[in-house]
């Protein structure tokens, strides 16, 4: 099957600090397809629209105005880093990430802003971003080595094959390793109990915790089950007003529209360097298109990972999915207790439905639950 790419409206996104302050190794740094893609998938990939984008051969008039568009601006705000104007240059970028062009340099400059800002970690993770969108890019490579010196990634659990994969793992993905190792766990314990049911997770971007969770069931289901994998692969789109984190503003903390951005191809990778790659169903477009699309075929959901960070990514989610999770079926959100949006659309729903979730913190952002049996 070839991919028929989704051409997908502008998208705003964001991304948070604390989930960024996680350390993490390595780096995405093989070749890949861009994310329009054309290249053979996996022969489970799905792409809800017909594709409408172009080759890379042959742009559109539209991305050559935005490209072009692009050029200034990323010009200005290297300009005012170069004048020490660290603040400002990092808004500038911030805005340029929201047109969704990936620009060689631009995550590298977002990194470079925020090293000065002394975030660190903000810049470990835009480094890595730098690298999935232009994978043989010297300078963010010798930045993340830099980096990854400071960031020495130790997982405290002591279960050799979680050790083991998240080594693996790591350089594709942002949860932190409390998060993934309650994935993990759980995903572990379905497959071992034989409960039934395929899994999902919503908000994809490297594909890590995707592949955590693939290899998981991989060893140990003892059933054919999928994993469902639904993102835009283009990054975050658009917040709304409620998407803030203690009361800032998405697109001001950093994490603007297109951000959290990685190809499909990332995807591919990790699951084929864990051979998982038949487990995984990735599905390209918004939530709000792809799940109700996707339901029927899914079945029972067994365990659904929400990570789509704002309110209405988190809503279509619930709204889509919630009663294709069974009775007792696992579902974590990594958001809750960063993006107050995320938060509210998860109460928002427990109240609209008249349910009562007993939620578990993981780490002070992820939280789980199972599902009411009634
Ligand atoms: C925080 S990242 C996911 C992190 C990932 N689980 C990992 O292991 O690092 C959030 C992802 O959700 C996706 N996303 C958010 N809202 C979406 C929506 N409404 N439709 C499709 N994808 C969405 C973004 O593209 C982004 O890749």
């Keep these: 099957m070839r991919c028929r790419a989704t051409r997908l409206p502008p998208l705003r996104g964001t991304k948070r600090q604390q989930r960024l302050a996680a350390p993490w190794t390595g780096v995405d740094n093989k070749p890949h397809a861009p994310a329009c893609c054309c290249p053979p998938l996996p022969a489970l990939c799905i792409v809800t629209t017909p594709c409408s984008a172009p080759s890379p051969s042959t742009p559109r008039p539209s991305f050559l105005r935005t490209a072009l568009g692009v050029s200034l601006p990323f010009a200005r705000a290297r300009l005012l880093f170069a004048l020490g104007r660290v603040d400002a240059a990092f808004a500038l970028t911030t805005r340029i990430k ?21 975030s660190p970690g903000e810049a470990f993770e835009f480094a890595k971003e730098e690298l999935r969108l232009f994978p043989n890019n010297a300078a963010a ?3 993340l080595t830099d980096l990854r010196t ?14 083991a994969w998240v080594q693996v793992i790591r350089p594709y993905t942002m949860v932190s390793d409390d998060r993934l190792w309650q994935l993990f766990s759980w995903a572990k314990r379905i497959c071992e109990e034989d409960r039934p049911g395929n899994f999902a997770e919503c908000g994809v ?52 529209e297109g951000t959290c951005a990685a190809p499909m191809q990332s995807l591919r990778n990790i699951c084929r360097e864990l051979a998982v790659t038949d487990i995984v169903v990735p599905v390209q477009g ?17 365990f659904l990972h929400l990570d789509g960070d704002w309110y209405e990514s988190t809503r279509d989610i619930l709204v889509n999915l919630y009663d294709q999770v069974a009775p007792g079926g696992y579902m974590q959100i990594d958001d809750y207790g960063y993006w107050e949006g995320c938060r509210r659309a998860i109460h928002d729903f427990e109240r609209e439905r008249g349910l009562t979730f007993e939620l578990h913190n993981i780490d002070g952002v992820g939280h789980w639950m199972t599902r009411p049996q009634s």
């Excluded at 929201?98 to 002394?118: F, G, V, W």
């Design 98 to 118: 929201a047109l969704k062009i990936p620009t060689r340099n631009l995550d590298l400059l977002r990194a470079q802003c925020r090293l000065k800002q002394n």
């Design 205 to 256: 971007a490297g594909g890590g915790s995707s592949a955590l969770i693939a290899k998981t069931i991989a060893t140990y289901s003892k059933r054919p089950r999928r994993l469902y994998a639904f993102d835009t692969f283009e990054g975050m789109p658009a917040p709304r007003a409620e998407d803030t984190h203690q009361g800032v503003a998405a697109a001001d903390t950093g994490w603007g």
């Design 286 to 302: 918004f939530f709000a298109d792809t799940l109700p699309a996707t339901r029927a075929e899914m079945g029972e959901l067994a």
């Design 150 to 163: 400071r960031f020495t990634p130790t997982t405290t659990y002591q279960d050799a094959h979680y050790r």
């Design 141 to 143: 490579e010798r930045l």
